[in-house]
């Protein structure tokens, strides 16, 4: 029965396991998160399309994109200090959010937020276009927020995996579910590890 059901869902375990890597590399802050995340965004474009959720498999194909980003950034890191002599490129580091991004991204939560719950209403056979749409939205800042090493996206991802778990057990994704799960409980971690991480450099 077991070996049947892996045969049957072999793409979405690999996407699972590729996920549960990823997570664990991005607490790391270590930057072959990246590739990993390429690869895993890559297989569940795949489940989600066959699962029905549709916003959620075009939010893997934005991971795709901000996976790419995101490696570009943390090698080039954000600025440059020149001196007389040589050029000294300085690393990408783990910041807090500011006010007047916060506000931004909620507004573009906002607005995301509304235009896929009413694409997904009236243009799909999405059983769940609100939750569907709620996930992926939150998603894309959550994304952006780790593109730019912002502390708080894990704060956003404790909020996605729960609801995450919720939608894929309703929708029959059980080895997905699992691994939202673990997203879950590594998030708390995540956020842990990032704040000392910022402690240690002051």
């Known amino acids: 029965m077991l070996i049947d059901w892996l045969s049957d869902n072999y793409i ?9 890597v990823y997570i664990f590399l991005e607490i790391r802050a270590n930057i072959w ?8 965004s890559a297989v569940y474009v795949w489940v989600f399309f066959n699962g029905k959720l549709y916003a959620d498999m075009s939010l893997q194909v934005y991971y795709v994109i901000i ?19 040589e050029d000294k490129k300085e690393k990408l580091q783990i910041t807090n959010l500011k006010l007047k991004t916060g506000v931004l991204s909620a507004i573009t939560f906002i607005v995301l ?45 404790i909020i996605i995996n729960t609801a995450a778990v919720m939608l894929f057990m309703m929708r029959g994704l059980y080895p997905t579910a699992i691994l939202y799960t673990i997203y879950g409980i590594m998030s708390f971690i995540g956020l842990k590890e990032w704040k000392r991480t910022m402690e240690n450099l002051r």
């Open 12 to 20: 979405e375990v690999f996407g699972a396991v590729a996920g549960v």
């Open 33 to 40: 998160l990246w590739p990993v995340g390429i690869i895993t």
């Open 67 to 85: 996976s790419i980003l995101g490696w570009i950034w943390w090698i080039k890191g954000t600025r440059r200090q020149t001196t007389a002599n």
């Open 113 to 157: 937020y509304a235009a896929m719950w009413a694409t997904l209403e009236h243009f799909t056979d999405s059983p769940v276009p609100g939750w569907d749409a709620f996930i992926t939205s939150l998603s894309v800042i959550a994304t952006w927020m780790l593109a730019r090493k912002i502390l708080q996206h894990w704060m956003l991802w």
